[in-house]
């Protein structure tokens, strides 16, 4: 636990500062020189102390390095973590000091948060925003290099004989010396990638990891082995060399449009990134909504729920000028109404299937990286569990009664037009009912994305249980 070297008091890093400061006696210290004016061993800088609060709700749990208790979980929303422990953990080799202040950050928040109009009012609750923690998360950092001869292929039109077409075919030789240091991911399976990948860290601002910027924080324990997230490292690292020796024509000239670098991983160290974390609970279901702001740069990344009565107030609002538009300009066909009616179902029916398959990849973690390392030899999780998953990746997930509603509305609109209704009444109303199937479509969909921002209260393995059981 961290002292005071003065007079033995809790103390605490300052973000204003970035200096740990005593409250008791006042006292201000640098941090980087602490471990040395303490004369901790080496053998105690690798081993990192602390107090584990584990949630009695869902059994997540957070790390102290002071006296300080925990009153509210991140991951569930509960009001108090009261079992703990004290536990020694391997240390990281890197940490980013927090560099903005809580209240920078719910400023931040809150600013994102007034700018949706959509929004539901218990997300604009002060007390619910006070629930801000401030977590050192960890993360892989990877440091990968080429240096050498990459090869790649290429080929260039020659000439035509007949039915045949004749290319000549080049090797592209690139002298490159390329090193990427600082690509990170996170190491917390219960972290959705998502959320990380939202708000990026400069690694650069990293320094060697020390004990002292802990106090005033908490910590998460890392659960994804650093070797999960090797090949995307080395994926994101061609990505970028590619774009690069694109600018070259001569890859141009010879159709090499995707040229290749060999990286290989040279090194992989764990750091403590600082982030802070809200968890704010719907309080008509068993929900949470999460927010996540990087300690670092003040970057807001959250779960923005719509409220549909918020929703139908504003689109009547902006429906009301485009109607008085609508009146001036010269009179438009019947037919040309049911024409509007589909196109508007057809662009509905797309963005409610583009919603349904996002909510799919969500409750499967498909692109959660960490999660299925770690939950890889469990079984799949299905938010249905009246349907067995089945292989392949399917587009099409949608529920059948929402597709009749889409059929429907298509069908109804097309009657009078294939059927050359003489009578102009047959058309409107046509166009009513279809554009009435329109509007619950849409209520669809504003489920649907609520769904999507929305997260299960965690029911973690301390506990037993499934978060879909």
């Not at 208790?69 to 980013?96: H, L, R």
């Not at 659960?223 to 060399?241: F, H, K, P, R, W």
């Not at 764990?270 to 927010?291: C, E, G, Q, R, S």
């Amino acid at each position: 636990m961290a002292k005071c070297p003065h007079c033995g008091a809790e103390f605490a890093f300052d973000v204003k500062k970035q200096l740990v400061h005593c409250d008791y006696c006042g006292s201000d210290f640098d941090p980087r020189n602490l471990n040395s004016e303490e004369k901790v061993s080496k053998k105690e800088e690798n081993a990192l102390e602390g107090v584990v609060y584990n949630c009695t709700q869902c059994g997540a749990s957070l790390m102290t390095f002071d006296e300080t208790a925990v009153t509210f979980c991140n991951y569930c929303g509960s009001q108090n973590m009261i079992e703990d422990k004290i536990t020694k953990q391997m240390a990281p080799d890197y940490i980013i000091p927090f560099a903005k202040s809580q209240e920078e950050c719910i400023k931040n928040y809150k600013r994102k948060l007034f700018s949706f109009f959509f929004s539901p009012s218990y997300m604009k609750d002060d007390v619910i925003v006070k629930k801000f923690r401030g977590i050192y998360m960890p993360y892989g950092v990877y440091k990968l290099n080429f240096h050498g001869d990459a090869v790649n292929s290429g080929e260039k039109y020659n000439h035509r004989s007949g039915d045949y077409v004749y290319y000549d075919d080049y090797a592209i030789h690139a002298d490159v010396d390329a090193t990427y240091e600082g690509i990170s991911f996170d190491l917390i399976s219960k972290y959705y990638d998502h959320y990380s990948h939202a708000i990026p860290f400069n690694f650069k601002q990293a320094v060697p990891f020390n004990s002292s910027y802990l106090p005033g924080f908490y910590a998460d324990s890392r659960d994804v082995e650093i070797d999960t997230y090797c090949g995307d490292a080395i994926q994101l690292a061609a990505e970028d060399s590619s774009r690069f020796l694109l600018k070259n024509k001569t890859f141009r000239k010879y159709s090499c449009n995707n040229p290749k670098v060999p990286f290989q991983v040279e090194d992989k160290k764990v750091a403590l990134f600082p982030v802070y974390f809200l968890a704010t609970k719907n309080p008509k279901n068993d929900t949470i909504h999460y927010a996540v702001i990087n300690g670092q740069t003040g970057k807001v990344a959250a779960d923005m729920p719509i409220s549909f009565v918020k929703y139908i107030i504003v689109s009547i609002i902006i429906a009301i000028p485009i109607y008085i538009l609508l009146l001036g300009l010269p009179v438009i066909l019947p037919s040309t109404i049911d024409g509007f009616a589909i196109v508007v179902t057809i662009i509905s029916f797309i963005l409610c299937n583009i919603e349904t398959n996002a909510c799919y990849d969500k409750d499967e973690h498909t692109n959660d990286k960490g999660f299925r390392a770690v939950h890889k030899d469990d079984t799949e999780i299905i938010t249905d569990t009246s349907k067995k998953k089945k292989k392949g990746k399917k587009i099409f997930r949608m529920k059948k009664e929402n597709v009749l509603k889409y059929v429907g509305a298509v069908v109804i609109s097309l009657i009078p037009i294939l059927t050359h209704m003489v009578s102009d009444v047959f058309y409107y109303i046509a166009a009513m009912i279809s554009l009435l199937l329109v509007l619950w479509t849409f209520l669809d969909l504003v489920q649907l994305h609520n769904r999507l921002v929305s997260n299960p209260i965690p029911q973690l393995e301390k506990r037993g249980g499934d978060e879909h059981e």
